[in-house]
Nanobody, 126 residues
C-alpha cells in the first residue's frame, strides 16, 4: 500500500502563496487518486481538491480561482498551489491516496484503502 507525506506548509501573509506537496512511496503511484483535505481544530475535516488517475480535477467552490492541483507521476508527487491566501485558509492540510475510478480499483484488486499523511500546517495571518 502506498504511503504519503505532506510538506510545504508554513506561515504566510494574506494574499501570499504557498505550494504544498504530497509525496508518495511505493509502487503504482500513477494509478491512485489524491485528495487534499484541511482541518481546523473543533471542525470536521473537509475536502479541498482532488485529482484522479486520469487527472480529472475537483476543487471546492470556496477556493476556486485561487488553487491549482496537479501531479508529477515521475516524482510520485501531487502539488497543491495556493494563491491569494486568506486567513480562513488556516488549517492543517492532509493528503490522502485512494482509488477514485474503476480502473484504479480494478488494478488494485478491488481493495479498500485510504493512505493519509500526517498533515502540514498552514497559517495565514498579518
Amino acid at each position: 500500500q502506498v504511503e504519503v507525506a505532506e510538506s510545504g506548509g508554513g506561515s504566510v501573509q494574506p494574499g501570499g502563496s504557498l505550494r504544498l506537496s504530497c509525496t508518495a512511496s511505493g509502487d503504482a503511484f500513477s494509478t491512485y487518486g489524491i485528495e487534499w483535505y484541511r482541518q481546523v481544530p473543533g471542525k470536521e475535516r473537509e475536502v479541498v481538491a482532488a485529482i484522479s488517475r486520469r487527472e480529472d480535477i475537483n476543487i471546492v467552490d470556496s477556493v476556486k480561482g485561487r488553487l491549482t492541483i496537479y501531479r508529477d507521476n515521475d516524482k510520485n508527487t501531487v502539488f497543491l498551489q495556493m494563491n491569494a491566501m486568506k486567513p480562513e485558509d488556516t488549517a492543517v492540510y492532509f493528503c490522502n491516496a485512494k482509488c477514485l475510478d474503476f480502473v484504479c480499483r480494478s488494478r488494485m484488486g478491488y481493495k479498500n484503502f485510504s493512505a493519509w499523511g500526517r498533515g502540514t500546517q498552514i497559517t495565514v495571518s498579518s
